[in-house]
T-cell receptor
């Protein structure tokens, strides 16, 4: 079945540092890939998405590229801010439906 | 445009009881999906409703059941509650269920505690 794997553990970094969160997936066909973010006290919201191989999703300075050859969709941001502190979830939906399979999430803490 | 709303916000039940959670979808959306998010975990897909019919189910037992109404709002019912059912229950609405890249819009969730 479909599954998403995110790197283990929380991520703590200083303001203006470079952020990478790894995400790999297992799916048949050509899934759509997503990053969702959960800010403290708020609901899940879509950060970015990519719907086919080599697509790059981007939003709020975050980027992720759909890599079919490595089945990956790593999230990156060049210079994080304290306001980026949140939990980030990688997710996919398989072709033909929009039911989401999520990874376990990564807590990101940005220190001033 | 009203977003996705869920009620109640918090709920405490005891083992063996039954619970009903409610979700109002975003205006214009005909698809509602339910997810269970245990503490420190990612959301797990429970089931989806599209135009009042169940349209896919995750790995959850039959005591998890649901409904979608003509106005596309939805209910999640859980019978014979177990301690492991304690979690945040998320509802998400979207346009047409058959399009994989259609964004899902999440509600704030219902926090269920089973004692």
């Amino acid at each position: 079945g479909n599954s998403v794997t995110q790197m283990e553990g929380p991520v703590t970094l200083s303001e203006e540092a470079f952020l990478t969160i790894n995400c790999t997936y297992t799916a048949t066909g050509y899934p759509s890939l997503f990053w969702y973010v959960q800010y403290p006290g708020e609901g899940l919201q879509l950060l970015l998405k990519a719907t086919k191989a080599d697509d790059k999703g981007s939003n709020k300075g975050f980027e992720a590229t759909y890599r079919k050859e490595t089945t990956s969709f790593h999230l990156e941001k060049g210079s994080v801010q304290v306001s980026d502190s949140a939990v980030y979830f990688c997710a996919l939906s398989e072709q033909g439906n929009n039911r989401l399979a999520f990874g376990k999430g990564n807590q990101v803490v940005v220190i001033p | 445009e009203t977003g996705v709303t869920q009620s109640p916000t918090h709920l405490i039940k005891t083992r063996g009881q039954q619970v009903t959670l409610r979700c109002s979808s975003q205006s214009g959306h005909n698809t509602v999906s339910w997810y269970q998010q245990a503490l420190g975990q990612g959301p797990q897909f429970i089931f989806q409703y599209y135009r009042e019919e169940e349209n896919g189910r995750g790995n959850f037992p039959p005591r998890f059941s649901g409904l979608q109404f003509p106005n596309y709002s939805s209910e999640l019912n859980v019978n014979a509650l177990e301690l492991d059912d304690s979690a945040l229950y998320l509802c998400a609405s979207s346009l047409e269920a058959g399009v994989s890249y259609n964004e899902q819009f999440f509600g704030p969730g219902t926090r269920l505690t089973v004692l």
